[in-house]
């Protein structure tokens, strides 16, 4: 009976609830960020300003396919088995790595990243503009006054009612924005082969190769992440420096992603050999 009792365990709840809880602190960031710029940054700063953000957004995942990297190279019951007593190695199709390591260390950084947040002001000062208050009336100050009041006494159903009435009329609006519409599909698209290249490229290496799942990872982030973190950059700058207007910038992302599609169209002609596989492509004998 013991045999046949399959072991079941109920750890996945915990990086289930995990996964959620980072993507509720991950999501504001990339909206709420942009506004952020966009509100308190001059107009010719911005693009520079969001080429920065992006950058440090590829850097982030430069930096932890590195981290994969290490982490891989370690077996995953690290520190309750000696490594003099595993026998197999990280090529092996056995091997696990340690792939809760890294979840423990960009859980640490996330949250000693996150206390700077606290310390930051609700508003700030428009870039280039004077840090002394406008003087304001007696009037105008009672009637600020009443206001919190009545926004204090709002439940938060009436709150919630009061924006649900206005975000349906938003939605609607930006479904029928065709260039919006246009961008998000476009956005769609770009992000599916991204992330298809980043789920099933180290694999391919793995089996196409003899790379290990170590090796395989280290090598999609050094030959994928520095170049986009580059052109984010110089992207943001160059914008800066000519003063490209929205018209212009989305003449330049056409052509330029026209050429991105005829390069990896180019893939097509470099093909590899296919690996011998008993059963599949030889024989047994």
Not at 176 to 187: E, K
């Amino acid at each position: 009976t013991e045999c046949e009792k399959e072991p079941g365990s109920l750890l996945w709840i915990f990086v289930m609830v995990g996964n959620i809880v980072r993507g509720m602190g991950e999501t504001p960031i990339m909206p709420l960020g942009i506004s952020y710029l966009e509100d308190f940054a001059k107009a010719e700063n911005s693009p520079f300003y969001l080429g920065c953000l992006h950058t440090a957004t590829v850097i982030g995942p430069f930096l932890g396919l590195l981290l994969a990297s290490f982490c891989a190279e370690l077996f995953v019951d690290l520190g309750s088995v000696d490594a003099e007593d595993v026998t197999i190695t990280a090529t092996d199709a056995r091997w696990v790595g340690a792939w809760w390591l890294g979840i423990l260390i960009c859980a640490s950084l996330n949250l000693l990243a996150g206390i700077p947040f606290w310390f930051l002001p609700k508003s700030l000062v428009k870039e280039g503009e004077t840090n002394e208050p406008e003087e304001m009336s007696e009037k105008s100050v009672v009637q600020l006054q009443e206001n919190d009041k009545n926004e204090a006494k709002q439940t938060i159903y009436e709150i919630a009612k009061g924006k649900l009435y206005y975000f349906i009329p938003f939605l609607k609006a930006l479904f029928r924005n065709p260039v919006y519409m246009l961008f998000i599909c476009i956005t769609v698209l770009q992000f599916s082969a991204f992330d298809g290249m980043i789920s099933f490229m180290p694999k391919y290496l793995e089996q196409q190769f003899g790379k290990s799942a170590s090796d395989a990872i280290f090598l999609i982030g050094v030959y994928n992440l520095p170049v986009i973190c580059v052109g984010y950059f110089f992207g943001g700058l160059f914008m800066k420096k000519f003063k490209i207007n929205v018209y212009q910038a989305a003449n330049i992302a056409f052509w330029v992603s026209l050429l991105e599609y005829l390069l990896y169209f180019a893939a097509y002609w470099t093909v590899c050999d296919t690996s011998p596989v008993a059963g599949l492509t030889v024989s047994y004998e």
